[in-house]
Nanobody, 119 residues
């Protein structure tokens, strides 16, 4: 059974930084494309970033490009999201997700971790 567990969320002031982690189990982690999504109150879930199996390729939404960095450690079955220069509009529940094939729908999701950015 695939399990994704996010951690690292919390309260931070605008301009600050946080690093989210997502620990994966129950899957051959290095065979999975990984992504981060977020859902703000009253809004739909949106894509934040994704990283390829090897970590050699990544993509970002325009809203976080240049501020957030996705990375992974396949030896630790963990994907990270380093978030810098945080803004109040980054406040959301952040979810990690896994998919076996890049381009397909993500088929495994974590429970989410809350990030709150105060102004």
């Amino acid at each position: 059974q695939v399990q994704l567990v996010e951690s690292g969320g919390g309260l931070v002031q605008a301009g600050g930084s946080l690093r989210l982690s997502c620990a994966a189990s129950g899957l051959a982690f290095s065979w999975y494309d990984m992504g981060w999504f977020r859902q703000a109150p009253g809004k739909e879930r949106e894509f934040v970033a994704r990283i390829s199996r090897s970590g050699g390729n990544s993509d970002y939404s325009d809203s976080v490009k240049g501020r957030f960095t996705i990375s992974r450690d396949n030896a630790k079955n963990t994907v990270y999201l380093q978030m810098n220069s945080l803004k109040p509009e980054d406040t959301a529940v952040y979810y990690c997700a896994a998919r076996r094939i890049a381009g397909n729908e993500y088929d495994s999701w974590g429970q989410g971790t809350l990030v709150t950015v105060s102004s």
